[in-house]
C-alpha cells in the first residue's frame, strides 16, 4: 500500500511560498511551449483551410512561388481544352487565369510598411474559391476597384471599405470586404486581372492558372498529363499542398519559442530538484519513522515523485490557463512563399495544451528524480538522526 | 520470544571505528517489561534497533519469534516491521501534516483492512490511550505528553508481538512522563504487552518489571548493576537540540 | 574581512549540492536572457557597420521589391550630388551542379563590374583580378568563403543553369577571389552577359532590381536618399531609398511582430528566475539562521553578519551569470554560424553577439537578483536575537 496522498498534498500547502515559487517557474516554462505551439498550431491551420482538394495550381516548370513564376497567357486555352476539367453550372471549365504581385502598406504591426498579396483574378476563380463578401460589393471589370480581405481591413488602417489605396501606377478604391473563412485568403486584394495585369506591364504573362479536377482519379491523371505537356512548360501542385508547404515561415519563431521553453524547463528543473532535497533533508525524520512504520523504499520513492509531479502538473495547467487567451490573438507572420504578410489566430488547441501538461509531468518527474531516490536510499537510523 | 546471539555492531564515523555493541547475549520473553539502563554512547539505543531490525549487525544474530528478520529483505522486511513492532521514539516523530487519527491509522494503510476500518481501529486506539477528544488535532496543537499518547497508540495500532520504546519520557516533563510511563505499565499488565524499554531515568525504571545494564557496549548479566551506578544517575536537563538527540540515538 | 570571504566561500561548498543547482539553474536563465538581448540586438540594431556599408544606400522600387527600376535610373542618380558610385543588383537564382545538395546553393548576383569595388569599398580584391572582371564579359568572382566551401581555384569553369523568372543558362569562369568581412558566400558576374542572353523581347532587358550607391560619406547619406526618392516620386516607377543596414534590417519585420514576442519572453524569463533562483537563494539564507546566531555569539556584528550572508548569494549567482553569459556567447556563435548563409540575415548576423553591454546587463540583473534574495531573509537573520537564532528550526 502507498503512503497516502493527502501527505503529499498538504506538505505542499505548509510550503506554500517554496511550492508557488518552484510551480511558477515551470508555468512560465510551459506558456512559452503552449505559447509557440499555438503560433505553428495557428498557421498550420489558416494554410490547411486553405485550397480546394481538387485543384491544382499550375506554375511556371521549377516555379515554387506564385510570386516567382511567369505564366504565357497561351497556357490558359491550351489547360482549358484538357479533359478532366470539372465545370461550372454553365458548362464552362473552372479554369481561372491569375496574376499575383505585392502591395506595400503601412499596418498595425509595421507602420513603416509591409507587403500584402495582389490578386488579378477573374470570376471564375472568385467562383473556385470558398470566398463571400461581407461588405460592399464585388470589383466590376475594367474598373480600377477592388477587394480585401477580412484580415487585410483589420491590419491596415489605411484599407478601409471606401477608401483609396495606391499601388501599381495609381489609385484603387476598396468596394468590398471578404471573408475566407480561416484562410490565408484573407489577407489578400482582388482586383480584376486585366486591370492588374496591365498595371504591371504583364498582359502576356500571368502568374498561375489554377484548375479543378473532376475526382481524386482524375486530379492525379492531370497533374502528370500539364507536367508531360510540352507547351506548357509547368508544374502542377495541388492547391493544398502548395499551402502546407508554406507552415515553413513560422519555423523560427517556432524554434525560438521552443528552445526558449526548454531552457525555461532546465531552469525550472534545476528548481524543482533544489526544492524537493531540500524537503527531503527537513523530512528526514519522517522519512525514517515512515520506514519504521513498515513503508518500503519504493513507497517513499514513489511518495516523493508524487509530490514533485503535482507541482509540475498544478504549474502546467496554470500555464496552459494562462495562455488560452491568446486565442483571440490575431497576429501575422511573413511568408516568404509570397512575399507577404499572412494574418493568422493563435490556436490554444486541445493538442496543444495535451502537449503542455506532458511537457510538464516530464518536467516533474526528471527534476523530483534524484531527490526521491535520495529519500529513498536513506538508511532508517541516518534518516531519523537528521534534522 | 527475542533472542541475540553475540550480538555486536561496529560503524566508521569520522574515520573513527566505533564499537557501539560487543558480544550482546540477550533473551526476552512474552509479557516482559525490560527496562534497558546505561549512560549515553552504552550501546542501548543501538539494541533495539537491531531487535527492530532498523539496522544490520556486524556479527551475531537476532531472532524474533524463532526467526531472523534480515533473512527478509526489502519490502518483506519493511511488512515485518510493520507487523511486529511497535516503535516509540523520545521525540515522538508523528507526522506534521496529519491529524492524530491520520498519524495512528499510518501503520494500518500497508494492511488490507479497508479505509473504514482503519479508521475505526484508530479511534478506539486513541481512545484507548485516551485521547479520544483529540482525533482531529494536528501534533502542533497537542501537548507533548498527548503527542507521545498518541505514538503510543500508532504503535500498537497493529497489535504488534512487542513495543519498542527509546527514551519515551526523554522530551517529557514528569507530569507528562508519569503519565507515559503509567500507560506503558497498564499495557503491560492488561493488555500483556511485551515492552523493551530504553532509558537512563531511574524514576522509568521503576514500572518496569526487569533491568539490564548496558555499558560501553556489552551488557551486564541479569541482576548486576555497575558499582558506581547511583552516583553517575545524574538526571541530565537537557536542551532538545540536534547534538543531543544523535547521542542518545546511541 | 579576508576572514569574513573565506568564511563565505567556505559555506558555499558546504552545501555543494544546493549550490551547484542554484548555479547551474541561474546559468541557463541568464544565458537565455544573454540569448535573448543578443537576438534583440542583432535583428533590431544590426551590429557594427564598416565605413563602406555606412555610406551605402539600397534603392529599390518603392512598392515592392519584386518590381524593378529602369536601367536608366542609374546616369540620373550618379548626377545628385554626394554620390560617390553606382551599381545595380539583380539576383538570379541559377542551380549550380546539383542543387539537393546544400553545399551547391550560394547569392549570384549580376552587377556592374567596373563600379563594384567603388560600392564596396571593403571587398578585397587584388587590381589584376579586378580587371579580369572588368574586361571579361564571362568572368565572375567569387567570395573566399564561397571559393574554399567548393574548392575553385582561377579559371574555373561555373554553368549556372537559370530556372523560372530567368531561364539562361551562363557560362562563367572564375577570375578572381576576395575577402569580405561578412564572411558569406556569393558570386558576381558581368550583368551585361545576362542582358545579351535574354531574349530581345524580354522587357527585364532594360531593367534592373535594385541600384546600390556608395556615397561621398556618411553624413550625406540621408540627404542622397531623399534627393534619389524625390527625383523619382511622380514617375511610374517610384523608388525608395534607404541606408544598406535599413534594408537588411527589413528583413525581420517578415517575422511577424518579434519585438513584442521578444519583449514578452524576456520578461517571462526575468521573472521566472527571479522566482526560482530568488526563491533558492532564499532558502540557503534562511538555512543560515542558526550559524548567524552562532556568529553572532562569538562576536560579529549584525552588520558584518549581514554583509557575509549577501555575500554569499551574490557568490553565486555571480557564478552563475558567468557561465550563463559563456553559455550565451558560445550559443550566438553557433547560431551566427548556422545564419550566416541565410539570405537577408547577413546583418543579423553581425550584431548577434554577447556584447560588452549586454554582458554587463545580464551579471547586473544577476547580482541585482542575489541581492533582493538575500535580503529579506538576511535583514531577519541579522535582526534575530542570539538565544532565537539558535533555537531556529527550520
Known amino acids: ?387 | 520470544m527475542v533472542e541475540a546471539r553475540k550480538l555486536s555492531k561496529e560503524y566508521i564515523r569520522d574515520a573513527d571505528r566505533v564499537v557501539a555493541l560487543k558480544d550482546v547475549d540477550l533473551e526476552i520473553s512474552g509479557g516482559e517489561f525490560l527496562a534497558l539502563m546505561g549512560p549515553s554512547g552504552s550501546g542501548k539505543s543501538t539494541l533495539l534497533h537491531l531487535i527492530a531490525a532498523m539496522d544490520r549487525p556486524t556479527s551475531g544474530q537476532v531472532l524474533v519469534l524463532g526467526k531472523d528478520p534480515h533473512s527478509l529483505a526489502g519490502r518483506a522486511l519493511a511488512r515485518w516491521r510493520n507487523v511486529h513492532i511497535g516503535f516509540v521514539f523520545q521525540s515522538f516523530n508523528l507526522i506534521p501534516v496529519l491529524t492524530a487519527l491520520e498519524n495512528v491509522a499510518l501503520p494500518l494503510k500497508l494492511t488490507s483492512l479497508s479505509a473504514k476500518e482503519q479508521m475505526e481501529h484508530a479511534t478506539t486506539v486513541l481512545s484507548l490511550v485516551g485521547l479520544g477528544d483529540r482525533l482531529h488535532h494536528f501534533p502542533r496543537q497537542l501537548s507533548g505528553g498527548q503527542e507521545q499518547r498518541v505514538a503510543i497508540a500508532r504503535a500498537i495500532v497493529t497489535d504488534p508481538d512487542f513495543i519498542l520504546a527509546d527514551e519515551p519520557t526523554g522530551n517529557l516533563d514528569a507530569a507528562s512522563a508519569n503519565e507515559i510511563l503509567e500507560l506503558l505499565a497498564a499495557l503491560n499488565r492488561d493488555h500483556d504487552k511485551t515492552i523493551v524499554m530504553v532509558t537512563h531515568d531511574p524514576h522509568a525504571v521503576r514500572f518496569a518489571k526487569a533491568i539490564r545494564y548496558l555499558e560501553k557496549g556489552a551488557l551486564r548479566p541479569a541482576g548486576e548493576q555497575p558499582e558506581d551506578w547511583v552516583d553517575r544517575n545524574i538526571s541530565v536537563v537537557s536542551v532538545p537540540s540536534a547534538k543531543n538527540s544523535s547521542e542518545a540515538l546511541l | 574581512m579576508r576572514s569574513c570571504l573565506s568564511l563565505v566561500l567556505r559555506n558555499t561548498l558546504r552545501n555543494r549540492r544546493r549550490s551547484s543547482l542554484t548555479v547551474a539553474s541561474m546559468a541557463v536563465s541568464l544565458c537565455l536572457l544573454g540569448v535573448l538581448l543578443a537576438l534583440y540586438r542583432g535583428l533590431f540594431y544590426g551590429g557594427e557597420t564598416t565605413p563602406g556599408q555606412a555610406k551605402r544606400i539600397v534603392v529599390h522600387h518603392k512598392i515592392a521589391l519584386t518590381q524593378e527600376l529602369p536601367v536608366g535610373y542609374e546616369q540620373k542618380i550618379r548626377q545628385i550630388a554626394g554620390v560617390h558610385a553606382i551599381t545595380s543588383l539583380r539576383w538570379f537564382g541559377g542551380a549550380y551542379k546539383d542543387p539537393g545538395n546544400s553545399k551547391n546553393r550560394f547569392g549570384q548576383f549580376a552587377i556592374e563590374p567596373a563600379s563594384l569595388v567603388d560600392v564596396y569599398p571593403e571587398l578585397r580584391i587584388s587590381e589584376h583580378e579586378k580587371d579580369a572582371f572588368v574586361s571579361q564579359k564571362t568572368a565572375c568572382i567569387a567570395s573566399r568563403a564561397l571559393a574554399d566551401r567548393l574548392g575553385w581555384k582561377l579559371g574555373e569553369r561555373i554553368p549556372l543553369v537559370g530556372a523560372a523568372i530567368l531561364p539562361v543558362t551562363l557560362d562563367l569562369t572564375l577570375v578572381g577571389i576576395f575577402d569580405n568581412p561578412e564572411g558569406n558566400a556569393v558570386l558576381y558576374f558581368n550583368r551585361d552577359y545576362l542582358r545579351e542572353s535574354l531574349s530581345a523581347s524580354d522587357f527585364r532587358r532594360d531593367m534592373v532590381q535594385q541600384y546600390y550607391v556608395e556615397a561621398d560619406n556618411k553624413d550625406a547619406v540621408p540627404d542622397v536618399a531623399r534627393q534619389i526618392d524625390a527625383m523619382f516620386d511622380e514617375s511610374s516607377y517610384p523608388t525608395k531609398s534607404e541606408p544598406e543596414q535599413a534594408f537588411m534590417l527589413s528583413f525581420v519585420s517578415f517575422l511577424g511582430n518579434l519585438k513584442v514576442f521578444l519583449a514578452v519572453i524576456f520578461g517571462a524569463v526575468t521573472l521566472t528566475i527571479l522566482l526560482i533562483s530568488g526563491n533558492m537563494l532564499s532558502m540557503s539564507v534562511r538555512e543560515r539562521t542558526r550559524e548567524v546566531g552562532v556568529l553572532k555569539s562569538l562576536g560579529f556584528s549584525s552588520g558584518e553578519v549581514l554583509g557575509m550572508v549577501v555575500g554569499e548569494a551574490n557568490l553565486i549567482a555571480l557564478a552563475g551569470g558567468l557561465i550563463g553569459c559563456g553559455l550565451a556567447a558560445a550559443l550566438c556563435m553557433a547560431m551566427a554560424g548556422a545564419m550566416r548563409n541565410a539570405p537577408g540575415f547577413t546583418s543579423v548576423v553581425k550584431g548577434l553577439s554577447v556584447s560588452p553591454l549586454i554582458l554587463t546587463v545580464t551579471l547586473g540583473i544577476a547580482l541585482l537578483i542575489g541581492s533582493v534574495s538575500a535580503l529579506a531573509p538576511g535583514l531577519n537573520a541579522a535582526r534575530t536575537s542570539i538565544l532565537d537564532a539558535l533555537r531556529y528550526n527550520g
Request: hydrophobic residues 45%; proline residues 3%.
Open chain 1, 1 to 387: 500500500m502507498a503512503i497516502p496522498f493527502s501527505y503529499n498534498v498538504r506538505n505542499l500547502m505548509v510550503r506554500k511560498t517554496t511550492t508557488m515559487m518552484t510551480s511558477a517557474g515551470i508555468m512560465l516554462s510551459v506558456a512559452v511551449l503552449v505559447a509557440s505551439l499555438a503560433l505553428v498550431n495557428g498557421l498550420r491551420t489558416v494554410f490547411a483551410n486553405t485550397g480546394h482538394p481538387l485543384q491544382l495550381l499550375i506554375l511556371r516548370k521549377g516555379g515554387t512561388s506564385e510570386l516567382g513564376s511567369l505564366l504565357p497567357t497561351e497556357s490558359f486555352e491550351i489547360l482549358r481544352s484538357k479533359a478532366g476539367m470539372a465545370v461550372d453550372g454553365k458548362g464552362e471549365a473552372l479554369v481561372s487565369l491569375e496574376l499575383v504581385n505585392v502591395a506595400n502598406l503601412p499596418s498595425v504591426d509595421n507602420p513603416k510598411g509591409m507587403n500584402i498579396t495582389v490578386r488579378g483574378i477573374n470570376p471564375v476563380g472568385i467562383e473556385m474559391r470558398s470566398v463571400r463578401l461581407t461588405d460592399g460589393r464585388w470589383f466590376r471589370s475594367g474598373q480600377r476597384e477592388i477587394v480585401i480581405g477580412k484580415s487585410v481591413a483589420r491590419r491596415y488602417p489605411t484599407a478601409k471599405l471606401g477608401s483609396r489605396i495606391r499601388f501599381g501606377k495609381g489609385d484603387w478604391e476598396i468596394v468590398g470586404i471578404t471573408d475566407g473563412g480561416e484562410s490565408v485568403l484573407n489577407s489578400e486584394i482582388w482586383g480584376d486581372f486585366n486591370q492588374i495585369a496591365s498595371d504591371y506591364n504583364r498582359q502576356d504573362s500571368a502568374s498561375s492558372v489554377l484548375v479543378r479536377a473532376t475526382d481524386p482519379v482524375t486530379l492525379d491523371a492531370l497533374k502528370h498529363s500539364i507536367e508531360d505537356d510540352r507547351r506548357l512548360n509547368a508544374t502542377a501542385i495541388t492547391e493544398r499542398d502548395y499551402y502546407a508547404g508554406q507552415t515553413a515561415s513560422g519555423a523560427p519563431l517556432e524554434f525560438l519559442g521552443i528552445f526558449v521553453a526548454v531552457a525555461m524547463a532546465i531552469g525550472s528543473g534545476f528548481a524543482t530538484t533544489n526544492t524537493m532535497y531540500a524537503a527531503v533533508a527537513k523530512r528526514s525524520k519522517e522519512i525514517g519513522t515512515l520506514r519504521t512504520l513498515g513503508f518500503s523504499e519504493g513507497s517513499i520513492l514513489l511518495s516523493f515523485l508524487t509530490e514533485s509531479m503535482l507541482i509540475a502538473v498544478l504549474a502546467g495547467v496554470l500555464g496552459c490557463v494562462l495562455v488560452l487567451p491568446l486565442n483571440w490573438v490575431t497576429s501575422g507572420v511573413g511568408s516568404f512563399v509570397s512575399f507577404s504578410e499572412i494574418a493568422f489566430r493563435f490556436r490554444v488547441g486541445p493538442t496543444t495544451i495535451v502537449s503542455g501538461v506532458i511537457f510538464s509531468v516530464v518536467l516533474g518527474v526528471l527534476g523530483g528524480a534524484l531527490p526521491a531516490r535520495a529519500a529513498a536510499k536513506k538508511e532508517i537510523i541516518a534518516a531519523l538522526r537528521e534534522g
